[in-house]
């Protein structure tokens, strides 16, 4: 069976992928990771009044002149409404406080001398400036915030800032996880020859609650067939999404594969990559199943590029793909018949951005992914050498 290349199996998953969980309405404060449900439309214009941008004096441009003195006819401080400005006057005013009739322009309060009631401008700028006119943030009848769009702080104080105080937001999915191995135990177990801690459940687990997902997890299934079937069978009825590790290579010890495909269906199975090349996509009784390969970097790199937009787009998510960026190689690098993504890093250097990579890239080296804040691609065949361009995505 050839593999899928990359693109190919993110696109086929991505149209696989539909939205499951219904809508809640929520407080703003709960509803900061979460998918909005709706489309929000401001009914009021941000700022909903002409504002100072400074600290200083108001006045009108027409009437005052650079280098003369005039009385400050009244004291504007923010949140106060003051009386309309004075023919010949200005008026003291701080930021966030509303421009008074008739005054349109701010001169800031280091460009005028101030003492005893007079004010002489000693520098004037262009009329309107310092003024933040009303609704130049949001205008009334816009779009604040998207269906489909996740509510980051900034969206949420978006939300605040037009009165909102709640907002209908997508439930959150439900994913159940598994690890699969007779090798693996947990953590507080005395580890005895021949067995692994199940650091994988703890990856998938971070790695799903920081997506702001649920998730049940249901434990260590034995290398066994009928085993991995009731697992499965069990995960499918919980949640709305099964994620497995482990169990999906040709091995004779890997099960999950023959299961899946007993219960459901399989929709995607091996990509041409590395690590991750035995990730499968399945359905069981209508919940998709994504079965992650068993070694730690493999988990993470095809959790990273398979699970992570397949939740994002069930969850209702708009945008689900991460950003590719561009870096300069600091290695020379062969890739192979697959596409090959590295644990590297990112950093500054001379006006560039500069990749690294970590020494050992093998699989099962967990380290590397502690280490790395990128994933650094090279295409099937490709060859780097230092100073080349490499693509890659940031891990955070
Ligand atoms: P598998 O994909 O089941 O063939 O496992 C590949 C490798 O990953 C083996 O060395 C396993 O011991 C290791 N592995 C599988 N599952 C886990 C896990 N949950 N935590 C840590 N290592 C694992
Ligand atoms: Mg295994």
Request: proline share 4%; net charge neutral.
């Amino acid at each position: 069976m050839d593999l899928l290349p990359v693109e190919d199996a993110v696109k086929a998953l991505l149209e696989l992928a539909r939205p499951v969980t219904g809508d809640e309405r929520t407080s703003l404060d709960q509803s900061f990771g979460r998918t909005s449900a709706e489309d929000v439309f401001a009914q009021i214009d941000v700022p909903s009044f002409d504002n100072s941008a400074m600290d200083g004096f108001a006045g009108c441009h027409e009437d005052v002149s650079e280098g003369m003195s005039y009385s400050v006819s009244d004291r504007i401080p923010a949140g106060r409404i003051g009386q309309p400005l004075r023919k010949n006057s200005l008026a003291r005013i701080f930021t966030g406080a509303a421009i008074p009739e008739s005054a349109d322009t701010v001169i800031v309060q280091e460009d005028v001398e101030f003492s005893s009631g007079t004010a002489r401008i000693k520098k004037l700028p262009k009329k309107y400036s310092n003024v933040r006119r009303r609704g130049h943030d949001i205008t009334s009848g816009s779009k604040v915030v998207s269906k489909g769009e996740f509510l980051s702080s900034a969206a949420v104080a978006l939300l605040a800032s037009i009165g909102e105080t709640s907002v209908k937001v997508k439930t959150p999915l439900t994913v159940a996880i598994f690890s699969t191995g007779d090798e693996l135990v947990l953590p507080g177990e005395a580890l005895k020859s021949a067995q692994s801690y199940n650091s994988n459940r703890f990856l998938i687990y971070g790695l799903l609650r920081s997506m702001g997902l649920n998730v049940i997890d249901l434990g260590i299934v034995p290398d066994d067939y009928s085993q991995t079937l009731a697992m499965l069978l069990q995960a499918g009825e919980v949640a709305d999404v099964v994620i497995s590790s482990g169990g999906v290579s040709v091995g004779e010890e890997d099960h999950v594969k023959a299961a899946v495909r007993a219960l459901g269906s399989i929709n995607i199975w091996k990509v041409a990559m590395k690590p991750g090349k035995p990730f499968l996509l399945g359905e069981i009784n209508g919940k998709p199943l994504l079965g992650l390969p068993g070694n730690p970097v493999s988990t993470f790199v095809s959790f990273f590029v398979f699970a992570k937009p397949f939740l994002k787009a069930t969850q209702g998510l708009k945008e689900v793909a991460s950003n590719e960026l561009y870096g300069v190689s600091s290695f020379d690098f062969q890739a192979g018949s697959r596409r090959e993504y590295l644990r590297g890093r990112h950093r500054a250097e001379k006006g560039e951005t500069l990749i690294e990579k970590y020494a050992h890239q093998g699989s099962s080296v967990l380290s590397s992914l502690k280490w790395a804040n990128c994933l650094a691609i090279v295409d099937a065949a490709q060859q780097i050498k230092i100073g080349d361009p490499i693509k890659f995505i940031e891990l955070n």
